[in-house]
T-cell receptor, first 112, second 114 residues
Framework: GNSVTQMEGPVTLSEEAFLTINCTYT??????LFWYVQYPGEGLQLLLK?????DKGSNKGFEATYRKETTSFHLEKGSVQVSDSAVYFC???????????FGTGTRLTIIP | KAGVTQTPRYLIKTRGQQVTLSCSPI?????VSWYQQTPGQGLQFLFE???????NKGNFPGRFSGRQFSNSRSEMNVSTLELGDSALYLC?????????????FGNGTRLTVT
């Protein structure tokens, strides 16, 4: 079956630190990959996406590269801000299947 | 463009009661999905509707049901509520079809069952 594994949280970093949140996947077929972010009291917001191998998704300083050889889609940001504190979800979707499969989420806290 | 709108934001119900949650998708989006989010189970897929037809359903008991109207608005219903149904229920819409099209989520309805 399809699955997404994210690094366990919570993750606490100082402002301006480098961020990596690991995500690996298992899928039958060729998935599209997504990162979503959830701020307190809100729903999930699409952060970035990649639809094929070697694609790089980017948004708001965050980046992730679709690595087919390692089945990974790690989220990175060069310099985090307090406002980046949130829960981050990695997800995969497959053509012909309307359901997105989500990881368990990684809670990120940035301290000033 | 307005985002996905869910009503109400909060609900408190008693065991055994039933509840109806509402979702208005982004204008032009015809696919609506529902997810349940809990601390223990994370995000779990409930069902997906397109053009008033349920196309996909997750592994939930029959107490959970939904429907979609001709204007793409959707409702989900939970009957005979149990304590374990307490969760954040998220509605999402997408413009295309298929899992390679991103979902756009509402802010959810937080249901508390006492």
């Amino acid at each position: 079956g399809n699955s997404v594994t994210q690094m366990e949280g919570p993750v606490t970093l100082s402002e301006e630190a480098f961020l990596t949140i690991n995500c690996t996947y298992t899928a039958t077929g060729y998935p599209s990959l997504f990162w979503y972010v959830q701020y307190p009291g809100e729903g999930l917001q699409l952060l970035l996406k990649a639809t094929k191998a070697d694609d790089k998704g980017s948004n708001k300083g965050f980046e992730a590269t679709y690595r087919k050889e390692t089945t990974s889609f790690h989220l990175e940001k060069g310099s985090v801000q307090v406002s980046d504190s949130a829960v981050y979800f990695c997800a995969l979707g497959l053509f012909g299947n309307e359901k997105l499969t989500f990881g368990t989420g990684t809670r990120l806290t940035i301290i000033p | 463009k307005a985002g996905v709108t869910q009503t109400p934001r909060y609900l408190i119900k008693t065991r055994g009661q039933q509840v109806t949650l509402s979702c208005s998708p982004i204008s032009g989006h015809r696919s609506v999905s529902w997810y349940q989010q809990t601390p223990g189970q994370g995000l779990q897929f409930l069902f997906e509707y397109f053009s008033e037809t349920q196309r996909n359903k997750g592994n939930f008991p029959g107490r959970f049901s939904g429907r979609q109207f001709s204007n793409s608005r959707s409702e989900m219903n939970v009957s005979t509520l149990e304590l374990g149904d307490s969760a954040l229920y998220l509605c999402a819409s997408r413009i295309g079809t298929g899992g390679n099209s991103p979902l756009h989520f509402g802010n959810g309805t937080r249901l508390t069952v006492t």
